[in-house]
């Protein structure tokens, strides 16, 4: 039987797999991984890349009604190519958009966590002198939380 934590992620990743310029989005997501890579190893798969970095930590808190709540940190992370570092970087802010689009459909992941929240984002768009003859490319790291509440059962 799958975890909560992972039926969060299994959710996210079919969310996001949504994020195509067919269903009305700015941007169409080559790939979209439970893990995450650096720009070389993700560019072989295919771009724009966007994986999930799911810490294995998170804060609990006890609540009221026998419920705890669990604070679960990860990050998403982005690669795209573009013609040149402006192109770069207005290619991750277009997606920055479609996945804030695509959370808020359900920000529940169906049913897996209370919210899933946004909590910043760091574009970082290739300089000049970094380019290639590929032309420019762009990373962006999506900073977010899953708030998780489970039924605490009593073992008597």
């Known amino acids: 039987m799958a975890t909560r934590r992972r039926n969060t992620i299994s959710t996210l990743v079919t969310t996001l797999q949504t994020i195509t310029s067919g269903n009305g989005y700015q941007t169409t997501v080559a790939n979209v991984r439970d893990y995450a890579l650096?720009?070389?190893?993700?560019?072989?798969?295919?771009?724009?890349w966007l994986g999930i970095d799911a810490t294995p930590r998170s804060t609990v808190r006890s609540e009221l009604g026998g419920f705890y709540r669990c604070v679960w940190p990860m990050r998403l992370i982005a690669h795209v190519r573009a013609a040149t570092s402006t192109v770069?970087?207005?290619?991750?802010?277009?997606?920055?958009?479609?996945?804030?689009v695509a959370i808020?459909?359900?920000?529940?992941?169906?049913?897996?966590?209370?919210?899933?929240?946004f909590g910043?984002?760091?574009?970082?768009?290739?300089?000049?002198?970094?380019?290639?003859?590929?032309?420019?490319?762009?990373?962006?790291?999506?900073?977010c939380e899953a708030i998780i509440d489970r039924q605490i059962t009593s073992q008597v």
């Not at 910043?120 to 900073?143: I, K, Q, Y």
């Open 38 to 48: 650096d720009f070389e190893s993700a560019e072989t798969e295919g771009l724009p």
């Open 88 to 100: 770069a970087f207005d290619a991750c802010e277009n997606l920055l958009d479609d996945i804030i």
């Open 104 to 117: 808020n459909v359900d920000h529940t992941l169906g049913g897996n966590c209370v919210i899933f929240k």
């Open 120 to 143: 910043g984002a760091e574009l970082d768009a290739s300089a000049p002198d970094r380019m290639d003859a590929r032309g420019g490319t762009g990373t962006m790291v999506v900073h």
